[in-house]
């Protein structure tokens, strides 16, 4: 089984701040991907990185995958209370049967 | 209805109670999962249903059963729970994987449950 480490797994901020949230593994991973969950609703997908070394940005948030495709980064520029949630990275296995979610970052902006 | 929904939302049930939770997708995908989501614990993949067969049970105790009518409808039968099995339940759709698929999986709100 292959396992994904997040860290930190809590952050706490001010608002306009900027933050990077970590997903690391020694396993490769065919895919990447980052969810953001809400109190009392379900991941919703933000971005999926196939290419080691690919860069994908939408709008505030940069995600990236590692070169060798066992880890990722999640950055968030000038954060904004909108932003609190729980983020989650998965990642595809090379089997392709199922994905390996991280325990998650609960990130809290403070206004 | 739009993406994946999930019914109930809330649930509380006793020990001894037989309840099952409901789950459809409108997004033309052929693969469905169910995970528990436990405080202070990754998603725990429980069920994954290819072209409406199983292909997956992870050890799950057999007082939880899933079926998959069709493509589109998931359920979880649950009957004679414990108390350590109150937690979110989500289920999750996406296309059956194939090689260069990013299998990206799409979740529905989740049921809350409680057993007392």
């Known amino acids: 089984t292959q396992l994904l480490e997040q860290s930190p797994q809590f952050l706490s901020i001010q608002e306009g701040e900027n933050l990077t949230v970590y997903c690391n593994s020694s396993?490769?991973?065919?895919?990447l991907q980052w969810y953001r969950q809400e109190p009392g609703e379900g991941p919703v997908l933000l971005v999926t990185?196939?290419?080691?070394?690919e860069v994908k940005k939408l709008k505030r948030l940069t995600f990236q995958f590692g070169d060798a495709r066992k880890d990722s980064s999640l950055h968030i520029t000038a954060a904004q209370p909108g932003d609190t949630g729980l983020y989650l990275c998965a990642g595809g296995e090379t089997s392709g049967s199922r994905l390996t979610f991280g325990e998650g970052t609960q990130l809290t902006v403070n206004p | 209805e739009t993406g994946v929904t999930q019914t109930p939302r809330h649930l509380v049930m006793g020990m001894t109670n037989k309840k099952s939770l409901k789950c459809e997708q409108h997004?033309?995908?052929?693969?469905m999962y169910w995970y528990k989501q436990s405080a202070k614990k990754p998603l725990e993949l429980m069920f994954v249903?290819?072209?409406?067969?199983?292909?997956e049970n992870n050890s799950v105790p057999s007082r939880f059963s899933p079926e998959c009518p069709n493509s589109s409808h998931l359920f979880l039968h649950l009957h004679t729970l414990q108390p350590e099995d109150s937690a979110l339940y989500l289920c999750?759709?996406?296309?059956?994987?194939?090689?260069?698929?990013?299998?990206?999986?799409?979740f529905g709100p989740g049921t809350r449950l409680t057993v007392t």
């Open positions: 999750a759709s996406s296309q059956a994987w194939t090689s260069g698929n990013p299998y990206e999986q799409y």
């Open positions: 249903y290819s072209l409406e067969e199983r292909v």
């Open positions: 396993s490769v991973f065919s895919s």
């Open positions: 997004l033309g995908h052929n693969a």
């Open positions: 990185v196939v290419t080691g070394g």
